[in-house]
């Protein structure tokens, strides 16, 4: 499989995964509409706006990880892939493999 076929499934998971964050966040805010409990106040646990602020922050990572994944394609078809965004030195592939749409090498990233 080449870099840019992984990075293409990484993005065909990724915008999955939004759709499915999204669809998730729409049932939450629709429920705190439908409902009229004191939700800061129930006892039964996790609020209704903390669920919705939960959902909202994975949806945030999602999308962040979406804009990461399409800077690499870019960088890939640019024939900059692989290179650090920082110091220009190579990219070790051990962190390309864990992370393929990494933009600076360890060093960089510390």
Do not use: K, W
Not at 7 to 30: C, G, P, S, Y
Not at 78 to 91: L, M, N, V
């Amino acid at each position: 499989m080449t870099v840019t076929d992984e990075l293409t499934r990484a993005r065909a998971e990724t915008l999955a995964q939004i759709d499915a964050l999204t669809r998730e966040f729409d049932e939450v805010v629709a429920a705190s509409r439908s409902s009229n409990a004191d939700d800061e106040h129930d006892p039964e646990g996790a609020t209704i706006a903390f669920e919705r602020q939960q959902v909202a922050a994975l949806l945030d990572q999602a999308r962040r990880r979406l804009a990461d994944v399409d800077d690499a394609l870019a960088r890939a078809e640019t024939g900059d892939y692989g290179r650090c965004a920082d110091c220009g030195q190579p990219i070790a592939p051990e962190r390309l493999a864990a992370r393929p749409q990494a933009r600076t090498c360890i060093a960089c990233a510390h």
